[in-house]
């Protein structure tokens, strides 16, 4: 009665005892597993503690060719010289895995006397074909084949020697010996592929992180453009239009051109709204929740009335003329920001109410784009800012070249060629 009546808490701790061996048991063996494997596929030159394991296979072998000694009735049982032969022969085994020809060298010196007082022929065998397994599985095949050669040579004498009659005894030790040394070819040339198929998720791992630097490079880059042909030209635009603002201030006080200093101000006020949205749409890659290609619609021919009306509010005299009315985003883009560069630049430096020439026409499957002043350009000895760096850098990005220097007729140009067809 009482074991049935036991409280049930008791037997819900009881089986909550029990999970934990369970789950213990059944990630151990994964665990294992993957030991071993790591064991299989690592270079035995290159494995952690590999002389003390040597030793302790050198020790657990020694110990099984002791019970061959014993137990297996194949030649007289070994006297004091075949004990202390057969006992020498395992220990060059410490040293197998850094001097594995040696350690050959030195356990055949000790077994083939071992085998001329006809001792036990078996108990030498295990560390015999340790030996050949350890030089087939790290070294190259001409070596293998050498090393095999020598020690079926060695193998034939032995045998001639101490068994003329045994021709079925050769064959099979000659077996072993083959078999062996395929299977440390065969573990070497796993060993390999692993160590290439490493390699190449490595190298892959390291051509993903380098691309996905080189995007996020070339991102940066193209908000730093955006970002200085937005704030050039709004800032410019608004320079140019506060100075107007101020000298209808100080004109004539008296007579005070309440329209114009309107009009000034409100061209003001719709700049910096215009560039207050470009500036939010720019920065709106910067957010970790957006994407980085949800960079809004981009900026094309479309937008050239405006950046013509923006630049005819700051005083300059602009004609356009755009004889091409579509081309891909990128491209549009591009001309869209050389453009407004290229305006802001006549505004600054080209003295005041300049002269300048849009020209934008399709010629060859290239858009062909010319901006032209009558000014003098920049003042030489400015320091050197980012316009015509940004300005070859957008050219450079669909394909495309860009010249910037004097023009034929005096003045400042600025030429450039947009392939449409490679454009992306």
Same mark, same amino acid.
């Given at each position: 009665?009482?074991r049935?009546?036991?409280p049930?808490?008791?037997?819900g701790?009881?089986?909550t ?5 369970q789950t213990?048991?059944?990630?151990a ?11 299989i596929n ?9 002389m003390r ?8 072998l020694?110990?099984v060719?002791?019970?061959?000694a ?15 032969l ?8 410490v040293?197998?895995?850094?001097h ?6 030195v ?6 006397p ?5 001792n036990n ?7 015999t074909?340790?030996v050949?397994y ?12 050498l090393t ?6 060695v ?6 020697l101490?068994?003329?009659d ?17 299977l440390?070819i ?10 290439a ?7 892959a791992e ?9 995007r ?8 730093a453009?955006?970002?200085h042909d937005?704030l ?9 239009q ?9 004109a ?16 003001i ?7 207050r949205?470009e ?12 994407s980085?290609?949800?960079?809004g619609p ?6 050239? @009335?405006?950046? &013509?009306? $923006? !630049?005819r509010?700051?005083?300059a005299?602009v004609?356009? +003329?755009? %004889?091409? /009315?579509?081309a @891909?985003?990128? &491209?549009g $883009? !591009? ?8 305006l +802001?630049? %006549?505004? /600054?430096h080209a003295g005041p109410?300049?002269?300048? !020439?849009?020209?934008?026409y ?14 003098t350009?920049?003042t030489p ?5 980012f316009?015509?760096v940004?300005?070859?850098?957008r ?6 070249t860009?010249?910037?220097g ?7 140009q ?8 490679g454009?992306?």
């Amino acid at each position: 009665m009482t074991r049935t009546g036991a409280p049930p808490s008791r037997r819900g701790a009881l089986r909550t005892e029990d999970d934990p061996v369970q789950t213990s048991t059944t990630t151990a063996s994964p665990r294992l597993g993957e030991r071993v494997m790591a064991a299989i596929n690592r270079d035995p030159r290159t494995a952690p503690h590999g002389m003390r394991n040597d030793a302790l296979l050198a020790g657990a072998l020694a110990v099984v060719a002791t019970a061959l000694a014993l137990l297996v009735n194949d030649g007289l049982r070994p006297d004091a010289i075949g004990w202390s032969l057969l006992l020498a022969a395992h220990v060059p085994l410490v040293w197998r895995r850094r001097h594995p020809v040696p350690v050959l060298l030195v356990v055949l010196a000790c077994v083939a006397p071992y085998h001329a007082l006809d001792n036990n022929h078996t108990a030498p065998i295990p560390a015999t074909m340790v030996v050949l397994y350890t030089i087939a599985a790290t070294g190259t095949v001409r070596r293998t084949l050498l090393t095999g050669t020598t020690v079926l040579g060695v193998t034939l004498i032995m045998n001639a020697l101490t068994n003329p009659d045994g021709a079925v005894e050769l064959l099979r030790i000659s077996g072993w010996v083959v078999a062996v040394l395929f299977l440390g070819i065969d573990v070497r040339y796993y060993r390999q592929y692993v160590a290439a198929i490493v390699e190449r998720a490595v190298r892959a791992e390291r051509t993903r992180e380098e691309e996905a630097r080189r995007r996020v490079a070339e991102e940066r880059l193209r908000i730093a453009r955006d970002l200085h042909d937005l704030l050039a030209h709004s800032i410019t635009l608004i320079g140019v239009q506060t100075s107007v603002a101020a000298h209808v201030l100080a004109a004539d006080p008296e007579r005070l051109d309440r329209q114009t200093l309107a009009k000034a101000l409100d061209d003001i006020a719709g700049t910096c709204r215009s560039a207050r949205g470009e500036l939010r749409t720019t920065l709106e890659v910067l957010r970790e929740h957006g994407s980085v290609d949800a960079r809004g619609p981009l900026p094309g021919l479309d937008g050239l @009335p405006d950046l &013509v009306e $923006a !630049a005819r509010l700051a005083g300059a005299k602009v004609q356009q +003329t755009v %004889a091409i /009315r579509q081309a @891909p985003p990128a &491209v549009g $883009a !591009a001309a869209y920001r050389i453009v407004q560069e290229a305006l +802001t630049n %006549a505004v /600054r430096h080209a003295g005041p109410e300049p002269s300048v !020439a849009v020209d934008l026409y399709e010629k060859g499957g290239a858009l062909h784009l010319a901006v032209t002043d009558d000014g003098t350009g920049p003042t030489p000895g400015k320091a050197p800012g980012f316009g015509l760096v940004g300005m070859r850098e957008r050219a450079r990005s669909v394909g495309g070249t860009l010249d910037a220097g004097p023009g034929e007729r005096g003045g400042f140009q600025v030429t450039a060629v947009l392939p449409l067809g490679g454009a992306t």
